[in-house]
Nanobody
Framework: QVQLVESGGGLVQAGGSLRLSCAASGRTFSNYAMGWFRQAPGKEREFVAGITRSAGSTAYVDAVKGRFTISRDDAKNTVYLQMNSLKPEDTAVYYC???????????????????WGQGTQVTVSS
């Protein structure tokens, strides 16, 4: 069992930056692929970014490529999402998720992830 706790959300003006963190419990964090998803009001949850074990591979939704960076620190059991050049359309609740299956590719489908955090609100004002 893995527990995930996100932090770092908040209110920021368009063009600003935020760094989200997701701290995981347990001693096997390094075995998990990790992902960030978001859900805006009235919209379905969507994949944002993912990273495999040992940071072997990363993937991003097209809307955030070049602006967001996912990274992980296995010594701290933490995955990060650095978000730069934020836009109002980035406003959403952001969730981190863990995939316990050994994989060398990033899964973009939410149901393939086994554990989820409670989410952190990101609001970007225009």
């Amino acid at each position: 069992q893995v527990q995930l706790v996100e932090s770092g959300g908040g209110l920021v003006q368009a063009g600003g930056s935020l760094r989200l963190s997701c701290a995981a419990s347990g001693r096997t964090f390094s075995n998990y692929a990790m992902g960030w998803f978001r859900q805006a009001p009235g919209k379905e949850r969507e994949f944002v970014a993912g990273i495999t074990r040992s940071a072997g591979s990363t993937a991003y939704v097209d809307a955030v490529k070049g602006r967001f960076t996912i990274s992980r620190d296995d010594a701290k059991n933490t995955v990060y999402l650095q978000m730069n050049s934020l836009k109002p359309e980035d406003t959403a609740v952001y969730y981190c998720a863990a995939d316990r299956n050994p994989t060398t590719v990033v899964f973009t489908s939410g149901p393939l992830y086994d554990y989820w955090g409670q989410g952190t609100q990101v609001t970007v004002s225009s």
